[in-house]
């Protein structure tokens, strides 16, 4: 089972005693904020929970599947996100 948007927002909305249109405002913020920092290469760390950073991806040579032709493959950016102690805690139990 996974939350989806929708039900991440009335979720945080009913332990904060928010609005869902609040929390659903908080999460678009974040959603924002992470997505402007990691595209200036800034890492964000929320202690205990999760830190989310930009990583750089050499270029390879990969295989066309249907052909199995070689193709070069640029090099670029990736996303690693690192569980944080208490997510690792919840998850370990």
């Known amino acids: 089972m996974s939350l989806n948007k929708s039900e991440l927002a009335s979720a ?3 332990k ?3 609005t869902k249109s609040d929390a659903e405002a908080a999460l ?17 760390k929320l202690t205990g ?3 989310v950073e930009r990583v750089e991806r050499a270029a390879r040579t ?3 599947p249907r ?4 193709i070069q493959i640029p090099a ?3 996303v690693k996100i690192s569980a944080g102690s ?7 139990k």
């Not at 678009?28 to 990691?38: G, M, P, R, T, Y």
């Not at 208490?86 to 998850?91: E, G, Q, R, S, T």
């Open 86 to 92: 208490l997510l690792k805690k919840a998850v370990a």
């Open 28 to 44: 678009n913020a974040l959603q924002e904020v992470l997505i402007e920092s990691l595209g200036q290469g800034e890492a964000v």
């Open 16 to 18: 904060a005693d928010l």
């Open 49 to 51: 929970l999760l830190s």
């Open 76 to 78: 670029g950016y990736g």
């Open 67 to 70: 052909t199995g032709e070689e």
């Open 62 to 64: 990969g295989r066309n």
């Open 12 to 14: 945080i909305a009913a």
